[in-house]
């Protein structure tokens, strides 16, 4: 079976919309919304409200900015704005339309994991049009004769909880995920949006800066010996392909720049 796989869509409706030409079933593995973004600041929901120069200085400190320093600038932007929340959730609103209207034009079985750059609590009223996406997220399915197993956004450092802050990103407790994490079970195929807790997996060589990780995959991986890890998250990995024990770990891609998915067959 010839399933193709994406992650990290931010956007590119386009390229989504002939995601799955020559497969069985697409997989997507999270962050359809275009919130911030990095290679053109004039587009992004973040330029929408704020400005391009909002984008830029918002890159330049996730890089640069010392501790803290991302968190302050941004709750400045936003305490100039009258209603953030409502703000941002109407351009979601209209990202997620557009989205869905691509997945629409898919003519295969789709299955849609949120990444942390998503609101799933939207997600039923444009499923309800398309029958043929399912949205998974803690669960197994079989696709195929294979044993998928989803978890979805990304965890937060432990002892941290998450915000109630303008974007209701899908950042995760510690706990929470490694529960979904462990709820699973052994399956073939691992699917999540954030890596395992790999140093070289982690890092961002543009971004210069290790992404949130999960050491609850790992020890995952470690114990189950999926024959399949597939995530996404970091846009430029130091490294994008490893194996643990029997495992082949694999970044599918940051499908809003390359605009091709990755192919796996079962």
Do not use: K
């Amino acid at each position: 079976m010839r399933v193709h796989v994406v992650s990290d869509v931010h956007g590119n409706s386009e390229d989504l919309a002939r995601a799955a030409e020559g497969a069985e079933a697409l997989v997507v593995l999270g962050d359809l919304i275009d919130f911030v973004d990095y290679d053109e600041p004039t587009n992004g929901i973040l330029a929408d409200i704020l400005g391009p120069d909002a984008t830029i200085e918002f890159a330049r400190l996730r890089s640069e900015g010392g501790p803290g320093a991302l968190r302050e600038f941004t709750q400045r932007l936003w305490a100039d704005v009258d209603d953030p929340r409502a703000r941002i959730d109407e351009a979601v609103h209209r990202q997620y339309a557009r989205m869905f209207a691509a997945l629409g034009a898919v003519r295969v079985p789709v299955w849609l994991m949120p990444g942390n750059v998503d609101i799933p609590a939207m997600w039923p009223e444009f499923l309800a049009d398309h029958p043929h996406v399912r949205a998974v997220d803690g669960e197994v399915v079989e696709i195929g004769d294979t044993r998928v197993g989803f978890v979805g956004g990304v965890p937060l450092p432990p002892g941290v909880e998450p915000r109630a802050g303008a974007f209701r990103s899908y950042m995760r407790a510690t706990e929470e995920f490694t529960a979904a994490v462990e709820a699973l079970g052994a399956v073939d195929v691992l699917c999540s949006h954030a890596p395992p807790a790999v140093a070289e997996l982690a890092y961002d060589v543009v971004a210069r800066t290790h992404e949130l990780t999960s050491p609850a995959l790992l020890e995952q991986i470690r114990a189950t010996r999926p024959r399949l890890a597939l995530y996404g998250h970091v846009h430029a990995p130091l490294t994008a392909r490893t194996r643990i024990g029997p495992t082949e770990c694999l970044n599918v891609g940051h499908f809003r720049r390359r605009g091709t998915p990755a192919v796996a067959r079962w």
